[in-house]
């Protein structure tokens, strides 16, 4: 007489089991993981206004010249909008170069570094009000506002239901970030 082997699949009873439990994982860690992406989007966007402020200084030092950061909004104190970076020959902290000219070897000639794009939805980029237009990076790495005098402000970045992240520059024109508040 011939045996037949044992059957090696699932029966429909454990097979739904382990779906409820799958189930029942999944919405556990979804809420999680949502957060985990908002904290990871507001970290990226700090650490690129942070970039932006590094190439801003490293580029005014190298360059031995003003180079100026300046807001694209036109409303006063908000970032998110986005921002240029230029070399500011005469200082006045207006970009009067051409924005598609490249070559930055023409001494005398404002020339653009970078230009960062609109940061997206539900973002908010804002100063306390010192910093409300922009700031200069003198050929000695300091940081000065726009119209002169010291940049005593911090940028706040919020993001809703994420904690701000808060990117403070010293007088001598280093910047950090610093974890604050959770956002409204």
């Given at each position: 007489m011939?045996?037949?082997?044992?059957?090696?699949?699932?029966t429909l009873i454990e097979l739904m089991i382990t779906l409820v439990v799958v189930v029942i994982l999944v919405s556990i860690a979804a809420p999680s993981f949502g957060t985990m992406i908002r904290e990871n989007r507001?970290?990226?966007?700090?650490?690129?206004?942070?970039?932006s402020l590094q190439?801003?200084?490293?580029?005014?030092?190298?360059?031995?010249?003003?180079?100026?950061?300046?807001?694209?909004?036109?409303?006063?104190?908000?970032?998110?909008?986005?921002?240029r970076i230029f070399t500011d020959?005469?200082?006045?902290?207006?970009?009067?170069?051409?924005?598609?000219?490249?070559?930055?070897?023409?001494?005398g000639q404002d020339c653009l570094?970078?230009?960062?794009q609109p940061l997206g939805n539900n973002i908010s980029l804002?100063?306390?009000g010192v910093l409300t237009v922009g700031l200069?990076?003198?050929?000695?790495?300091?940081?000065?506002?726009?119209?002169?005098?010291?940049?005593?402000?911090?940028?706040?970045?919020?993001?809703p239901d994420t904690n701000q992240r808060s990117i403070v520059i010293n007088l001598t024109g280093r910047a950090r970030i610093a974890e604050g508040d959770l956002c409204p």
């Open positions: 011939k045996k037949f082997a044992a059957n090696r699949g699932f507001a970290a990226t966007q700090a650490n690129n206004l942070l970039s190439v801003a200084r490293s580029e005014a030092i190298n360059r031995s010249v003003r180079v100026s950061m300046r807001r694209l909004s036109n409303t006063n104190s908000v970032w998110e909008d986005g921002w020959w005469d200082g006045d902290g207006v970009f009067d170069g051409d924005l598609d000219e490249k070559d930055c070897s023409i001494e570094l970078m230009e960062q804002r100063t306390g200069t990076f003198l050929p000695s790495g300091e940081v000065r506002r726009l119209g002169g005098g010291s940049p005593s402000d911090t940028f706040t970045l919020c993001i």
